[in-house]
């Protein structure tokens, strides 16, 4: 666990650096934002360390874990944002830097998988842990598009589908079940992450802006209706 608590440190001081980038060292936008980002930070940490205490079966953290944690402080800085969305339409360059760390966070997803495989170090916490942070990431993305009304409401639902799944799994518990691997839900969760940050970008607007994420909102409603259809069918199982 030491070697957990000085990743979290070090990754600390990235999370700071990423909210004085955004915002500076003054005014409201820095101790808003920092607040939000520090807050989920260690949330974020707390599931972690949970997780390793309880369901973690290996002794070390390893390289995946490591870009797993990289990646939620890169998606915990983004969080610095939303209380301050206002600012990106008359400042492309915050724009853009929102763009361009999500899109790092993005890249780096598939590392952490494969580096898993690589040291022998794969368990279902870790796959658990990287999901969360791909949804929270999503959630953040969808709710910076929300704000800035480019789209429309519906738009949110880009970030909540996962939620709004394991709300529905307390009605029907069948759904509480594990579903086989696709590759499809993997490149679809790629797409929807991909189109979210593309929405963030001062050149996507308009009628583009409504056709890409009406198409992503389509891909995620399939991905979820092909696992629903396979539990269904199993539900009496």
């Given amino acids: 666990m030491a070697r957990f608590a000085v990743l979290a440190l070090v990754n600390l001081g990235l999370l700071a650096l990423l909210v004085v980038g955004f915002f500076g060292l003054q005014g ?12 989920l930070y ?3 940490n707390a599931f972690l360390l949970r ?16 870009v797993t944690h990289f990646r939620a402080t890169l998606t915990a800085g983004l969080a610095a944002v939303l209380p301050n969305t206002a600012a990106l339409s008359h400042d492309p360059a915050l724009a853009w830097s929102v763009v361009a ?26 796959a658990r842990f990287d999901m969360e942070v791909d949804s929270i990431l999503a959630l953040i993305l969808a709710l910076i598009v929300w704000q800035s009304g480019e789209v429309g409401d519906w738009v949110i639902l880009l970030g909540i589908m996962r939620y709004l799944y394991v709300a529905a799994m307390w009605v029907w518990p069948w759904l509480n079940r ?18 979210l940050i593309a929405l963030v970008a001062p050149v996507v607007t308009g009628i583009w ?16 209706a092909v696992d629903i259809r396979y539990l269904w069918a199993r539900r009496d199982a």
């Fill in 178 to 195: 594990p579903v086989p691997a696709r590759f499809s839900g993997k490149l679809v969760c790629v797409i929807q992450i991909a189109v």
């Fill in 209 to 224: 802006a409504v056709g890409i994420a009406a198409g992503a909102l389509a891909l995620v409603v399939w991905s979820f």
């Fill in 101 to 126: 760390i999500a899109t790092i966070a993005l890249a780096s997803d598939g590392i952490d998988g494969w580096a898993a495989r690589r040291a022998g170090l794969v368990s279902r916490f870790g």
């Fill in 42 to 44: 260690l949330g974020m």
């Fill in 51 to 66: 997780g390793l205490l309880r369901d973690y079966p290996h002794q070390r953290l390893g390289l995946c874990n490591i």
């Fill in 28 to 39: 409201q936008a820095f101790w808003r934002g920092g607040a939000l980002a520090v807050t």
